[in-house]
Structures are given as structure tokens and as C-alpha cells.
């Protein structure tokens, strides 16, 4: 069974901090992406990667960076949290062998921002 | 990626079939219809996934129309652990790189509650 894990299921911050949020899948997929779920918004992608050092933006990048060293880790970043940041961040990763591409996701990680 | 529609809620009683549409009318010839679910504080898990034909896996049952402009996902016994919201997208499969592949795009999606 394909696993994503996050680093931390919640997480407090305060305004100003640098955060970092880790995900690390165990089935050698070259894609991985990064989500942020807010109610009434549905999930919203922020980066993405599909290869070591490669990323691509999302459709809201903004405030946030990704780091992509190994193949089985991704990290979003966010260099100067703010309270717009209190979210709900998930970690998926897929491959292009498989035929269906499926994403599999992590836990998520409950991110507030004080 | 096409634009889904679904509706926002359902409900459904345990033991009998959940059917969930979606509307997908400006789907393009080489977007495959996928659905995946998310239960409560949990990540959206994959669920199943068609180009034309029907599909069927251990977990549902997927009904596209001929014309593909909508499907149907069926849960044939739904129990109270698929209380979940649903969503139905449709993107393209298959290439490396770019900016679209492997992107989902996630609506609001089906809250289906399954009573007892």
C-alpha cells in the first residue's frame, strides 16, 4: 500500500514565523503536490513537482515555496506565516507509470496561525 | 481541465445504493472522469476513474453516458463509513512535465450522509 505521511497533524505558529511542512511518500512516485483545503474553497493546488529539484506553481503560489532534494520528500514552505495561512494543508504524491495517475494523499496537516 | 457539477448534498440508507451524478458537459475527447472522496479530517482517497466505458472495482460502480457530458457514481450497498463528501473531476492523463498534468481540480463536491 502506497503511503504519504506528513510530518505534524496540527501545528500553531505565530505571525512572522518561518514554517516548514514535510511529506514523505514510500513508493518511489516522481509527482508530488501540495494542497490547501479552506471550507467553501475546495482543495486549491499550490505547487507541485515532478522530479527532484523541478517544481511547478499552482494556482495560488503566493507566500509559499517548495523544496524538492529527494524523490520521496516534498516541503511547502512558508517563509513569514500569516493568519491567511490558518488552513488545512494536504501532501499527495502519483506516478506516470501507473496508467490511472492516482493521487494519493496524506493525513493533512491542521496549520493555525496566531 | 473540464468544469464539473455536482450536487451539494445527499443522503442515502445504509444497505441500499448511492447514486451520486455529475455534470461534465464540456468534457474534451482525452479527459478521464475520476472520482475521489474525503471523509471527515481525513485526505481525499481515490476512488475510481473512466475514459467511455463503464467501470467497476471492489469500491463502486462508474456510469458514463454516451455522449460523456455526465456520470454517475454508484455505491451498491452504501454503509454508515461512506459518509464522505464525493468529488467528480476531470482532467487529462499521461505525459511528463507540463503545468496541467497531474493536476486535480477539486469542486465542492457531494456531501453524502448515510443514515441508519
Known amino acids: 500500500d502506497v503511503k504519504v505521511t506528513q510530518s505534524s497533524r496540527y501545528l500553531v505558529k505565530r505571525t512572522g514565523e518561518k514554517v516548514f511542512l514535510e511529506c514523505v511518500q514510500d513508493m518511489d512516485h516522481e509527482n508530488m503536490f501540495w494542497y490547501r483545503q479552506d471550507p467553501g474553497l475546495g482543495l486549491r493546488l499550490i505547487y507541485f513537482?515532478?522530479?527532484?529539484?523541478?517544481?511547478e506553481k499552482g494556482d495560488i503560489p503566493e507566500g509559499y515555496s517548495v523544496s524538492r532534494e529527494k524523490k520521496e520528500r516534498f516541503s511547502l514552505i512558508l517563509e513569514s506565516a500569516s493568519t491567511n495561512q490558518t488552513s488545512m494543508y494536504l501532501c499527495a504524491s502519483s506516478s506516470w507509470t501507473e496508467l490511472r495517475e492516482t493521487q494519493y494523499f496524506g493525513p493533512g496537516t491542521r496549520l493555525l496561525v496566531l | 481541465d473540464a468544469k464539473t457539477t455536482q450536487p451539494p448534498s445527499m443522503d442515502c440508507a445504509e444497505g441500499r445504493a448511492a447514486n451520486l451524478p455529475c455534470n461534465h458537459s464540456t468534457i474534451s475527447g482525452n479527459e478521464y472522469v475520476y472520482w475521489y472522496r474525503q471523509i471527515h479530517s481525513q485526505g481525499p482517497q481515490y476512488i475510481i476513474h473512466?475514459?467511455?466505458n463503464n467501470e467497476t472495482n471492489e469500491m463502486a460502480s462508474l456510469i458514463i453516458t454516451e455522449d460523456r457530458k455526465s456520470s454517475t457514481l454508484i455505491l451498491p450497498h452504501a454503509t454508515l463509513r461512506d459518509t464522505a463528501v464525493y468529488y467528480c473531476i476531470v482532467r487529462v492523463v499521461g505525459g511528463a512535465g507540463g503545468t496541467s498534468y497531474g493536476k486535480l481540480t477539486f469542486g465542492q463536491g457531494t456531501i453524502l450522509t448515510v443514515h441508519p
Open positions: 513537482s515532478y522530479d527532484v529539484k523541478m517544481k
Open positions: 473512466g475514459l467511455k
